[in-house]
C-alpha cells in the first residue's frame, strides 16, 4: 500500500517537474531573448539545453568516454567564443525553435510520399489496431494538418526573427509555442468528436501512451 502509493506521488511530482519546467524556461528564455543589454547569463539560458542534450546523447552513446570527451571540448570552445556568443545568442534561439519545427514538418510531411505510412495513421493503429477506411482518410488528413502547422511555425519565425523586433519574435517563439501546439491538438481532437465514429475515437492519455510506446521503439514500420 505505502509502495503504490510511494510510486503515484514519484509520478506526480514528475509530472510537476516537466509542467513547471515547461512553464519556467520560455518566460526564462523570453526574458533572455528580449533584454536591451545582453550578458553571458542571458547567453547560457540559449546554450545550455543543447549543451544538455549532448551530454545526454553522449552518455547514451556507445563511445560514451570519446562522447563525453568532445562535449567537454566543445564547452571549453564555447567559453573561449564567449564575447561573440553574447553578441549572437539569439541565432542560438532561432535555431532551436525554427529547427526543431521545420524538422518536426518534415518527418510528418515525409510520411505521405508514396508508399508510406502517414505519421498520424501509425500513431493510431498503435491504438486501434487495423485501421478502419474512415479512420485511414483522417489520419492522413490530419498528417497534413501537422505537416502544414510546422512549416507555417517555421516561415513565420524565420519572417519574424528577420523583420520583426526581437521581443515580438521572442513572444512568439517562447510564450505561444506551446500554446498554439496546445491549441493545435485541441482543434484536432474537436475535429475527431465530430468526423469519427466513436469506436475510431482516441483520447489525449491514448494518444500520449502511443506516444510513449513509439519513443521506446514500438512505432510500426512506416512502409
Known amino acids: 500500500m505505502k509502495t503504490g502509493l510511494a510510486a503515484k506521488l514519484l509520478r506526480a511530482s514528475r509530472w510537476a517537474a516537466v509542467i513547471a519546467a515547461c512553464i519556467a524556461y520560455p518566460v526564462l528564455a523570453h526574458l533572455a531573448a528580449a533584454d536591451a543589454h545582453p550578458d553571458l547569463l542571458d547567453a547560457a539560458v540559449a546554450i545550455v539545453p543543447l ?27 564555447l567559453y573561449a567564443t564567449s564575447a561573440w556568443l553574447v553578441q549572437h545568442y539569439n541565432w542560438v534561439f532561432l535555431l532551436q525553435h525554427a529547427g526543431i519545427q521545420a524538422l518536426l514538418g518534415v518527418a510528418f510531411a515525409r510520411t505521405l510520399r508514396a508508399g508510406q505510412v502517414p505519421m498520424v495513421s501509425r500513431f493510431a493503429a498503435m491504438i486501434h489496431g487495423p485501421l478502419t477506411p474512415a479512420l485511414a482518410r483522417y489520419t492522413r488528413q490530419v498528417t497534413w494538418a501537422w505537416s502544414l502547422y510546422f512549416a507555417f511555425m517555421t516561415g513565420l519565425s524565420l519572417l519574424l526573427f528577420w ?22 491538438f485541441s482543434a484536432e481532437y474537436v475535429a475527431r468528436l465530430f468526423l469519427l465514429a466513436p469506436s475510431d475515437r482516441a483520447g489525449p492519455l491514448e494518444a500520449i501512451r502511443a506516444y510513449r510506446r513509439a519513443s521506446s521503439g514500438g512505432l510500426p514500420p512506416s512502409s
Not at 523583420?163 to 493545435?184: D, E, Q, R, Y
Open 51 to 77: 549543451i544538455a542534450l549532448a551530454v545526454v546523447l553522449a552518455w547514451r552513446s556507445p563511445q560514451r568516454p570519446l562522447m563525453l570527451l568532445l562535449c567537454l571540448a566543445g564547452c571549453v570552445v
Open 163 to 184: 523583420l520583426a523586433p526581437i521581443g515580438v519574435w521572442s513572444a512568439f517563439a517562447n510564450l505561444l509555442n506551446l500554446p498554439l501546439l496546445g491549441l493545435m
